[in-house]
């Protein structure tokens, strides 16, 4: 008789490149028959998903302006058209993970703000209307954090940037048992921020060198 949870559990596929821009931007492509086979191809193959999303992107491109998609595609993988693609697409990545994270910043600063004055009994306004400021900052702090994490697991680890957000808010419940009068949330997350486009520069950087790219990002 098998041991309970001997069974090895079969790893759910990372989907996240079959973006809701990337379907919208594909709808008139439905009955497409070359880019339906492409999509199958580079859904079934072992790729990363950043080279899926990368891939499909440029699928896509070539097929709204009428170009015939190769059969064997993964072999132009060093063609002029995909490099061209590949630095538009991760140097949009970067600035969608660069906007994401500033926003997620800003939001973080509304919601941490609000739990400070909470603690010491002293609202900007009242509760009822910091606390909506708070829940609207919040809201946003997820949508952003949520774009930025997905991005990042295109080229990488997620669980780095996960981290360091985690100790920034850790961080930041600390410097306010310490300093009482006054709201280090800024610095915290800004700072957070910063580190984590830093990293998420290395490792595009990283990526486009594992996977032989001639390519040269923007230094921004």
């Avoid at 993970?97 to 997620?104: D, E, K, Q």
């Avoid at 209307?129 to 829940?135: E, L, P, Q, T």
């Avoid at 919040?138 to 930025?148: F, K, M, S, V």
């Amino acid at each position: 008789m098998a041991l309970f949870g001997s069974k090895t559990r079969k790893e759910k596929p990372d989907t996240s490149w079959n973006t809701k821009a990337l379907i919208r931007k594909t709808e008139s492509l439905a009955d497409d028959t070359q880019f339906s086979n492409a999509f199958s191809q580079i859904e079934r193959s072992p790729e990363s998903a950043g080279m899926k999303h990368l891939l499909i992107n440029w699928v896509a491109d070539e097929r709204l302006d009428g170009r015939k998609v190769p059969d064997k595609l993964f072999s132009r993988k060093k063609s002029l058209s995909f490099r061209e693609s590949v630095k538009r697409y991760m140097t949009e990545d970067r600035g969608t993970f660069r906007i994401s994270g500033i926003v997620a910043a800003f939001s973080m600063v509304l919601v941490c703000s609000f739990f400070r004055n909470w603690m010491m009994d002293s609202y900007l306004v009242n509760f009822s209307v910091d606390a909506i400021v708070a829940a609207i900052g919040a809201g946003l702090a997820l949508i952003n954090l949520r774009t930025q994490f997905m991005i990042a697991g295109w080229y990488g680890k997620v669980l780095d940037y996960e981290l360091t957000d985690g100790v920034a808010l850790l961080l930041w419940f600390m410097l306010t048992q310490v300093f009482h009068g006054f709201d280090t949330s800024i610095l915290v997350f800004l700072a957070a921020y910063i580190f984590n486009l830093v990293r998420f520069r290395k490792a595009q950087n990283k990526f486009i060198e594992e996977n032989h790219f001639d390519v040269t990002l923007p230094k921004r």
